[in-house]
């Protein structure tokens, strides 16, 4: 939308307090629909009918009192240049918006691709570490890892071989390492005893087979 200014100064200027009322009205309906149809306050004189409230009669007036000027068959409006915006300072002022907004709809796009990605939490993608972590350890995970390591201290892999029923060697557990460096030394103490019983057992089953 296009608005047209119409200027304070105008309130003091002569040439408007002497215009008659009709010519007053002709002047600023006149620019009105210059500002509207981006004419450059160019009017061609077959247009004025066209104008609501425009009087033609009154163009001689206007003319005397230097408010426009006719050349042939257009109509310029005097002031024009220095009041109102360009056709092209207008296009200009469009072409800038369209891409201001065109810019934001594809940060937002981004934006929203990037949060449809499943599985992006702080600590997957290498050097993302939360804030306020040192090493960008996730709150919990050491003492997740602890939790497990004492699962896997209760179970017993021998009992498990002894309720197989073919004659294959048992398979080792796999050990989870938490972070804490005393539990991983114990884990791997027990681990060694438990692969010596294995084996043991192991040895015994194919000597009685």
């Known amino acids: 939308?296009?608005?047209?200014?119409?200027?304070?100064?105008?309130?003091?200027d002569r040439r408007l307090n002497r215009a008659s009322d009709a010519a007053h009205r002709t002047f600023i309906n006149v620019l009105l629909y210059a500002v509207a149809n981006r004419t450059d306050g160019v009017v061609e004189l077959s247009e004025l009918e066209l104008i609501t409230r425009v009087r033609p009669e009154c163009v001689p007036e206007l003319v005397r009192l230097e408010l426009v000027r006719v050349d042939g068959d257009q109509l310029t409006l005097v002031d024009f240049a220095a009041t109102q915006t360009s056709r092209d300072e207008l296009e200009v002022l469009e072409n800038a918006r369209r891409r201001d907004r065109e810019k934001k709809a594809r940060q937002r796009a981004e934006a929203a691709e990037k949060a449809a990605v499943p599985g992006t939490v702080p600590g997957d993608v290498p050097g993302d570490r939360p804030r306020g972590?040192?090493?960008?350890?996730v709150p919990g995970t050491a003492q997740e890892g602890r939790k497990a390591g004492r699962q896997a201290v209760t179970e017993?892999?021998?009992?498990?071989?002894?309720?197989?029923?073919?004659?294959?060697?048992?398979?080792?557990?796999?050990?989870?390492?938490?972070?804490?460096?005393?539990?991983?030394?114990?884990?791997?103490?027990?681990?060694?005893?438990?692969?010596?019983?294995?084996e043991r057992e192991w040895a015994r089953r194919q000597a009685a087979g």
């Open 1 to 12: 939308m296009t608005d047209a200014r119409l200027p304070e100064r105008w309130l003091l």
């Open 133 to 137: 972590r040192p090493g960008g350890r």
């Open 156 to 198: 017993d892999p021998v009992t498990d071989a002894r309720e197989r029923d073919d004659d294959s060697p048992p398979v080792r557990p796999a050990l989870i390492v938490p972070d804490d460096d005393e539990l991983v030394a114990r884990q791997q103490a027990v681990e060694a005893a438990r692969r010596r019983q294995q």
